[in-house]
């Protein structure tokens, strides 16, 4: 179904290691609005939505694990030379005794993903409204992001994620006004 081409969505350039900027950006990574929940609730949806925008669903699930594996990069490149002092210090010192350098799906916090971060409701219009809010929610943590990191070459990515976050929640609300115009039709017998 899926065609990989071996390179990122968006480059992602980082001018320094910055383990505690690392640990903020899991939560975009394994948290409850990060691209993981995301990629996998859409294409969950996908089979209870109704054909005339069940595309839209797979394609931007399928841009969310474009997006995670941005993420992952980011996380990757920001604590490849830490020391584990540095990562101890930055709040990480849990997930090098548990993971090393591997990454690992879970926030900022160090809660591991669970699939309750999932919704699908079976009601189309119900989810797509589910859907623009985790989207405007990733763009609000995407902002605090940009707003918690002095390097100009992470935050050109993170831009990038956050202007993305409000093309998928445009293009939910359109969803949604299409279901609605056909759920208000009137039937003729």
Request: overall charge negative; hydrophobic content about 40%.
């Amino acid at each position: 179904m899926w065609v990989y081409e071996k390179k990122l969505q968006y480059p992602v350039r980082v001018s320094k290691c910055d383990p505690l900027m690392a640990k903020f950006l899991m939560e975009q990574y394994g948290g409850a609005d990060g691209e993981l929940a995301a990629a996998l609730r859409y294409l969950n949806q996908r089979y209870t939505i109704p054909d005339k925008v069940v595309g839209l669903l797979t394609d931007i699930g399928t841009e969310e694990f474009g997006h995670l594996e941005m993420i992952a990069t980011m996380i990757y490149k920001l604590t490849k030379d830490a020391t584990p002092e540095q990562l101890k210090k930055a709040g990480l010192g849990a997930h090098y005794v548990a993971h090393d350098s591997a990454l690992f799906y879970e926030n900022a916090n160090g809660v591991p993903w669970t699939a309750s971060y999932i919704q699908a409701k079976g009601d189309p219009i119900a989810d797509l409204y589910e859907d623009i809010a985790a989207e405007e929610k990733a763009r609000a943590t995407y902002q605090w992001l940009i707003d918690l990191t002095d390097d100009v070459d992470l935050q050109d990515s993170l831009k990038f994620l956050r202007e993305r976050e409000i093309v998928h929640s445009m293009r939910f609300r359109e969803a949604v006004e299409i279901l609605k115009e056909k759920r208000d039709e009137k039937i003729f017998f």
